[in-house]
């Protein structure tokens, strides 16, 4: 499966920005789907991920309540909404692909991954 990431930008902070991975190849219900993003000389962190398996979706700590995952099989594509954005926030957004019944946290168990879009957040 190849994976495309889009959305990024520059947005003010308390901004919206909605991240797109479409996938090409294969479907993107066949695979357990991940964001994480890396700021500049900060190691790479877990965002949110939906399991293939039963599309049960997980947060990393720092985002919920303020970012939604969701899969739109019609369209092959993983979105991630972010709402309510911080300059902490600002980082390279990246999408990656599992083929496992189950997400991970760690971006180690990830075998396909897609280019990364920035995300800045400032005023």
């Known amino acids: 499966v190849q994976l495309q990431a889009s959305g990024g930008g520059l947005v003010q902070p308390g901004g919206s920005l909605r991240l797109s991975c479409a996938a090409s190849?294969?479907?993107?219900?066949?695979?357990?789907m991940g964001w994480f993003r890396q700021a500049p000389g900060k190691e790479r962190e877990f965002v949110a991920a939906?399991?293939?398996?039963?599309?049960?979706?997980s947060y990393g700590d720092s985002v919920k309540g303020r970012f939604t995952l969701y899969r739109d099989n019609a369209k092959n594509t993983v979105f991630l909404q972010m709402n309510s954005l911080r300059p902490e926030d600002a980082a390279v957004y990246s999408c990656?692909?599992?083929?496992?019944?189950?997400?991970?946290?760690?971006?180690?168990?990830?075998?396909?991954w897609g280019q990364g879009t920035l995300v800045t957040v400032s005023s």
């Open positions: 190849g294969r479907t993107v219900s066949m695979y357990s």
């Open positions: 939906i399991n293939r398996g039963d599309g049960r979706i």
């Open positions: 990656a692909g599992r083929n496992h019944y189950s997400s991970s946290p760690a971006p180690q168990g990830y075998e396909y």
